[in-house]
């Protein structure tokens, strides 16, 4: 009778890690996967022409700029 339960128990652990843990790990995976496709938009310095990040670029007047003397600020 203990048998049977220990038995059943363990069946149930089995199947809890084949299917729900290994749910968990894909899903961090796929995660690190889209991080990875983020890609940063380059924008042209309107003065000199240089690509720089958007992130870097400096704005004035709906103008991109890589550089506060390109800008003129």
């Known amino acids: ?23 968990k790990v894909s899903q961090k995976t796929s995660e690190k996967k889209e991080n990875k496709k983020i890609e ?7 003065k000199c022409s240089i ?11 709906g103008k991109y700029f890589c550089s506060k003397e390109c800008a003129q600020i």
């Open 1 to 23: 009778m203990i048998g049977k339960i220990l038995l059943i128990a363990a069946l149930v652990a089995f199947i809890y890690f084949l299917f729900f843990r290994g749910r």
């Open 40 to 46: 940063e938009i380059m924008v042209e310095c309107d």
């Open 51 to 61: 690509f720089i990040s958007q992130k870097e670029a400096i704005i004035k007047d």
